[in-house]
């Protein structure tokens, strides 16, 4: 079964900093992982999807790693600003037997103060 | 439609009504994926479908819930009999198809059981 950590769970920033977040998952076996903000009482927005075969993948001023064989990824925020303010996920879509679904971890919170 | 829709957004009912969630996903998408969001707790998978088909319920908590998907496209998930822990957010998102391609998610809809 697909265990999804992420770490840490809250994050508090002043403005400008760049800040690492950081997902690992337990099986490897996985099409692609897929990186999610989610805003309180709003559904989850897509920032970022990284294919099993690729290690890295950049929008604007975010970047996402992925060493599929260890099992982790991690979502790089440059000079961060008050609106990435939010609730990040991530989550790795299975490939095989009934790891066939998106499984995510709990998230991290994060806060960047102006 | 430009994203996925979910009908309604926010539903009170009563204990022990029934209550139906529908989510009309991007059009053309082949997989559609049911999550359950409970206040302070990760995402649960509820249910996955290709095409019409779902190749596994098991991730539904009890008998009392099902979805359909006809026509490839529009799902209902209904709940029988609700229960105050059905209480939650229940999340729609579909994607182009299972393997490979972004999944998007709608806004949910906000159930509460009174």
């Known amino acids: 079964k697909q265990e999804v950590t992420q770490i840490p769970a809250a994050l508090s920033v002043p403005e400008g900093e760049n800040l690492v977040l950081n997902c690992s998952f337990t099986?490897?076996?996985?099409?692609?992982l897929q990186w999610f903000r989610q805003d309180p009482g709003k559904g989850l927005t897509s920032l970022l999807l990284i294919q099993s075969s690729q290690r890295e993948q950049t929008s604007g001023r975010l970047n996402a790693s992925l060493d599929k064989s260890s099992g982790r990824s991690t979502l790089y925020i440059a000079a961060s600003q008050p609106g990435d303010s939010a609730t990040y996920l991530c989550?790795?879509?299975?490939?095989?037997?009934?790891?066939?679904?998106?499984?995510f971890g709990k998230g991290t919170l994060l806060t960047v103060n102006p | 439609g430009a994203g996925v829709s979910q009908s309604p957004s926010n539903k009170v009912t009563e204990k022990g009504k029934d209550v139906e969630l529908r989510c009309d996903p991007i059009?053309?998408?082949?997989?559609l994926y049911w999550y359950r969001q409970s206040l302070g707790q990760g995402l649960e998978f509820l249910i996955y479908?290709?095409?019409?088909?779902?190749?596994?319920k098991s991730g539904l908590p009890s008998d009392r819930f099902s979805a359909e998907r006809t026509g490839g496209s529009v799902s209902t998930l209904t709940i029988q009999r609700t229960q105050q822990e059905d209480s939650a957010v229940y999340l729609c998102?579909?994607?182009?198809?299972?393997?490979?391609?972004?999944?998007?998610f709608g806004q949910g809809t906000r159930l509460t059981v009174v």
């Open positions: 099986d490897s076996a996985i099409y692609n």
């Open positions: 059009s053309g998408h082949t997989a």
């Open positions: 998102a579909s994607s182009l198809q299972r393997m490979s391609t972004e999944a998007f």
């Open positions: 989550a790795p879509l299975g490939s095989g037997g009934s790891n066939y679904k998106l499984t």
């Open positions: 479908f290709q095409g019409n088909s779902a190749p596994d």
